[in-house]
């Protein structure tokens, strides 16, 4: 189209303002809309506003995209339930997710991220089976994506950790193997100090919190 395609928005921090010209390129996309209703302008103008944070016209306009090529994109799906997650939207992230995975089954990533919904949607059991099924594909047949180890072992403990009974020796393992990789890492650092504290560690607890006070 010519217009400038932008960064996919998948783990944008919130807090990390960049400075690109994602402002601009909505204006340019918004015009081009209104000459002649594109699905992939839609789409991309979904990314923008995604990047700017506003959820909800990034929410309509991945919509409208899907609508126009007949909920049939693999990848529309993906990124709306994205959005939709960034929204707070969990529930309805679900049904995204699912949808894509139905079109694409051997997107491996997309499992992953079906997994973090499970997560926030607070369904554990269903969180580790999809983050088995995305490390078993993982082993099979190795993609091309951002998500590291260490993101599905801490997804992993958080799930772990959250369960109505919980399991402190795998909790433990999963937490200590993550801050043997990063051992100034204060979210770690802050996971493992709760986890010493429900295990009335105590003398643990504390060295580890002077810890992250050092590291804050």
Do not use: W
């Not at 993982?138 to 958080?158: A, R, W």
């Not at 709760?194 to 804050?216: F, G, H, R, W």
């Amino acid at each position: 189209i010519g217009l400038g395609i932008p960064a996919e928005p998948l783990f944008r921090s919130r807090s990390n303002k960049l400075e690109t010209p994602y402002e601009a390129a909505i204006e340019r996309y918004e015009k081009v809309i209104k000459i002649q209703d594109i699905p992939e302008v839609h789409f991309h103008l979904g990314h923008c506003y995604y990047m700017v944070e506003q959820f909800d016209y990034a929410i309509s306009n991945y919509v409208a995209a899907l609508k126009s090529v007949k909920n049939t994109r693999h990848d529309y799906y993906f990124y709306l339930a994205c959005a939709l997650i960034a929204a707070g939207r969990t529930k309805d992230s679900l049904k995204c997710y699912k949808a894509a995975i139905k079109l694409k089954k051997n997107k491996n990533e997309y499992y992953y991220h079906l997994a973090n919904a499970y997560y926030l949607s607070k369904k554990y059991k269903k969180t580790l089976i999809a983050l088995e099924k995305f490390s078993k594909m993982e082993n099979e047949n190795p993609s091309q994506h951002k998500i590291t180890k260490k993101d599905v072992d801490y997804l992993m403990f958080k799930t772990y950790s959250s369960m109505p009974t919980i399991d402190y020796e795998k909790c433990s393992n999963l937490i200590n193997s993550l801050i043997q990789e990063e051992p100034n890492n204060v979210e770690y650092l802050d996971c493992l100090a709760s986890l010493q504290e429900k295990t009335n560690k105590t003398k643990e607890a504390i060295d580890t919190y002077k810890k992250i006070i050092v590291n804050q």
